[in-house]
Each structure stands twice: as structure tokens, then as C-alpha cells.
């Protein structure tokens, strides 16, 4: 789980480890903060990488699912 405050547009992205994306979801507000919760069941076990882009900078980070 990752806590976050939007204070701008934030595109949020899951890609596997081999550049497929899994999942994408944008948020506008800060209404919209809070957590983020991934669906794990629909996710094998693996390492992905989430990336988290607002005003023209982003993050990655490693996430794993056993």
C-alpha cells in the first residue's frame, strides 16, 4: 500500500518487469488522495514497477508480489 497527497495531476502506472502495462489510473484532485490498492489477485507472482508522474517528474519504484 502507498500513501500519497495529490496535489496536482498524478499518473499512476503498473508495468511488469518486461515493459508490459498492467495498470493505469490518473488522478485529479486532492479529494483523491489517500491509498493506492493494487487488485493483487489478478497479479502473478513477479516484480513490477510502479511509476508515479506529476509536474513533469516521475518516480519508480520496484514492487513485489509473492
Given at each position: 500500500m502507498i500513501h500519497f497527497v495529490v496535489q496536482s495531476k498524478v499518473l499512476l502506472e503498473l508495468w511488469s518487469i518486461t515493459?508490459?502495462?498492467i495498470q493505469q489510473q490518473v488522478?485529479?484532485?486532492?479529494?483523491?488522495?489517500?491509498n493506492l490498492s493494487l487488485d493483487e489477485?489478478?497479479?502473478?507472482?513477479?516484480?513490477?514497477?510502479?511509476r508515479m508522474s506529476a509536474g513533469g517528474e516521475s518516480v519508480v519504484q520496484k514492487v513485489f508480489e509473492n
Open positions: 515493459g508490459q502495462p488522478l485529479t484532485t486532492a479529494s483523491q488522495s489517500g489477485a489478478d497479479l502473478p507472482t513477479g516484480t513490477y514497477l510502479l
